[in-house]
């Protein structure tokens, strides 16, 4: 998985996180997701899923090796 693949899917994770939340809360516009999640708070969040994409992935690999 390179960079971008792992970009696009923190940022699906961020979608589907609010499509979650406003669906439980019978929200049908994305609009206040969208302010909400714009700037500093969407690359804070964007940062952490990145970072947990890295660390699952990371231990993937490392779980691979020791199964050779």
Same mark, same amino acid.
């Given at each position: 998985? =390179? +960079?971008?693949?792992?970009? =696009?899917?923190?940022?699906? *994770?961020?979608?589907? *996180?609010? /499509?979650?939340?406003? @669906?439980? %809360?019978?929200?049908? $516009? !994305?609009?206040?997701? !969208?302010? &909400? &999640?714009?700037?500093? /708070?969407?690359?804070?969040?964007?940062?952490?899923?990145?970072?947990?994409?890295?660390?699952? %992935?990371?231990?993937? @690999? %490392? $779980? =691979?090796?020791? +199964?050779?």
């Amino acid at each position: 998985m =390179n +960079k971008q693949d792992i970009q =696009n899917l923190a940022e699906n *994770a961020l979608h589907e *996180a609010c /499509r979650h939340i406003q @669906d439980a %809360l019978g929200v049908t $516009s !994305g609009d206040t997701a !969208g302010l &909400f &999640f714009t700037g500093a /708070r969407e690359e804070i969040i964007l940062d952490f899923l990145t970072a947990y994409i890295d660390t699952e %992935l990371m231990l993937k @690999d %490392l $779980s =691979n090796a020791t +199964k050779d």
